[in-house]
Nanobody
Protein backbone atom coordinates (compact mmCIF):
# COMPACT_ATOMS: atom_id res chain seq x y z
CA UNK A 1 0.00 0.00 0.00
CA UNK A 2 1.24 3.45 -0.93
CA UNK A 3 -0.10 6.75 0.30
CA UNK A 4 0.58 9.80 -1.82
CA UNK A 5 0.26 13.44 -0.78
CA UNK A 6 0.52 16.23 -3.32
CA UNK A 7 1.46 19.82 -2.58
CA UNK A 8 2.48 22.95 -4.44
CA UNK A 9 -0.67 23.80 -6.32
CA UNK A 10 -2.16 27.27 -6.41
CA UNK A 11 -3.11 30.26 -8.49
CA UNK A 12 -0.61 31.53 -11.05
CA UNK A 13 -0.72 33.94 -13.97
CA UNK A 14 -0.33 32.92 -17.58
CA UNK A 15 3.33 32.30 -18.32
CA UNK A 16 4.16 31.61 -14.69
CA UNK A 17 5.65 28.54 -13.04
CA UNK A 18 4.76 26.11 -10.29
CA UNK A 19 6.44 23.04 -8.86
CA UNK A 20 4.24 20.24 -7.61
CA UNK A 21 5.56 17.73 -5.12
CA UNK A 22 4.29 14.26 -4.27
CA UNK A 23 5.44 12.64 -1.04
CA UNK A 24 5.02 8.88 -0.82
CA UNK A 25 4.66 6.76 2.29
CA UNK A 26 6.14 3.60 0.78
CA UNK A 27 9.24 2.08 2.36
CA UNK A 28 10.91 2.57 -0.95
CA UNK A 29 9.63 4.41 -3.96
CA UNK A 30 11.97 2.47 -6.22
CA UNK A 31 9.39 -0.28 -6.68
CA UNK A 32 7.07 2.11 -8.46
CA UNK A 33 6.87 4.05 -11.67
CA UNK A 34 5.18 7.37 -11.00
CA UNK A 35 2.96 9.71 -12.92
CA UNK A 36 1.08 12.96 -12.87
CA UNK A 37 -2.42 13.13 -14.31
CA UNK A 38 -4.93 15.96 -14.32
CA UNK A 39 -8.64 16.52 -14.53
CA UNK A 40 -10.25 19.75 -15.63
CA UNK A 41 -13.90 20.56 -14.84
CA UNK A 42 -16.23 18.62 -17.10
CA UNK A 43 -13.41 16.60 -18.63
CA UNK A 44 -11.98 13.16 -18.13
CA UNK A 45 -8.77 12.59 -16.25
CA UNK A 46 -5.81 12.76 -18.61
CA UNK A 47 -2.20 11.71 -18.53
CA UNK A 48 0.38 14.49 -18.12
CA UNK A 49 3.78 12.97 -17.35
CA UNK A 50 5.38 9.79 -16.11
CA UNK A 51 8.76 8.59 -14.90
CA UNK A 52 10.20 5.12 -14.50
CA UNK A 53 11.59 3.71 -11.27
CA UNK A 54 15.09 5.11 -11.69
CA UNK A 55 14.28 8.41 -13.37
CA UNK A 56 16.02 7.30 -16.54
CA UNK A 57 12.91 7.28 -18.68
CA UNK A 58 10.13 9.83 -18.89
CA UNK A 59 7.03 10.41 -20.97
CA UNK A 60 4.86 13.48 -21.55
CA UNK A 61 1.62 14.29 -23.23
CA UNK A 62 2.21 16.44 -26.30
CA UNK A 63 0.58 19.56 -24.87
CA UNK A 64 3.15 19.88 -22.05
CA UNK A 65 6.34 18.81 -23.81
CA UNK A 66 9.02 21.45 -23.41
CA UNK A 67 7.11 23.15 -20.58
CA UNK A 68 6.79 20.49 -17.86
CA UNK A 69 9.49 18.32 -16.33
CA UNK A 70 8.91 15.30 -14.13
CA UNK A 71 11.63 14.14 -11.77
CA UNK A 72 12.03 11.99 -8.69
CA UNK A 73 14.23 11.72 -5.63
CA UNK A 74 14.02 8.13 -4.42
CA UNK A 75 16.06 8.93 -1.31
CA UNK A 76 13.34 11.38 -0.28
CA UNK A 77 10.43 9.27 -1.59
CA UNK A 78 9.29 12.30 -3.56
CA UNK A 79 8.25 13.01 -7.13
CA UNK A 80 8.11 16.45 -8.67
CA UNK A 81 6.42 18.16 -11.58
CA UNK A 82 8.03 21.42 -12.60
CA UNK A 83 5.59 23.42 -14.69
CA UNK A 84 6.56 26.52 -16.63
CA UNK A 85 5.02 28.72 -19.32
CA UNK A 86 1.65 27.85 -17.84
CA UNK A 87 -1.49 28.36 -19.92
CA UNK A 88 -5.15 28.68 -18.94
CA UNK A 89 -5.76 25.21 -20.39
CA UNK A 90 -3.40 23.77 -17.77
CA UNK A 91 -6.00 24.61 -15.12
CA UNK A 92 -7.02 21.36 -13.46
CA UNK A 93 -6.73 19.21 -10.38
CA UNK A 94 -3.37 17.45 -10.62
CA UNK A 95 -3.03 13.95 -9.24
CA UNK A 96 0.10 12.03 -8.37
CA UNK A 97 -0.13 8.32 -9.02
CA UNK A 98 2.00 5.21 -8.53
CA UNK A 99 1.98 1.96 -10.44
CA UNK A 100 3.35 -1.38 -9.33
CA UNK A 101 5.73 -1.61 -12.25
CA UNK A 102 9.07 -0.07 -13.00
CA UNK A 103 8.28 1.19 -16.50
CA UNK A 104 6.29 4.30 -17.31
CA UNK A 105 2.53 4.22 -17.65
CA UNK A 106 0.66 6.65 -19.90
CA UNK A 107 -2.97 5.92 -19.09
CA UNK A 108 -4.87 6.37 -15.85
CA UNK A 109 -5.86 2.71 -15.82
CA UNK A 110 -2.23 1.69 -15.43
CA UNK A 111 -1.93 3.28 -11.99
CA UNK A 112 -2.67 1.55 -8.72
CA UNK A 113 -2.44 4.29 -6.11
CA UNK A 114 -3.58 7.90 -6.19
CA UNK A 115 -3.17 11.05 -4.15
CA UNK A 116 -6.02 13.36 -3.26
CA UNK A 117 -5.07 15.94 -5.87
CA UNK A 118 -3.94 19.56 -5.81
CA UNK A 119 -5.63 22.40 -7.65
CA UNK A 120 -3.69 24.39 -10.24
CA UNK A 121 -5.40 27.49 -11.60
CA UNK A 122 -3.84 29.58 -14.36
CA UNK A 123 -5.40 33.00 -14.74
CA UNK A 124 -5.37 34.96 -17.97
Amino acid sequence: QVQLVESGGGLVQVGGSLRLSCAASARTLMRYAMGWLRQAPGKEREFVAAINWSGGDTAYTDSVKGRFTISRDNAKNTVYLQMSSLKPEDTAVYYCAAREARIVGTTSGQYDYWGQGTQVTVSA
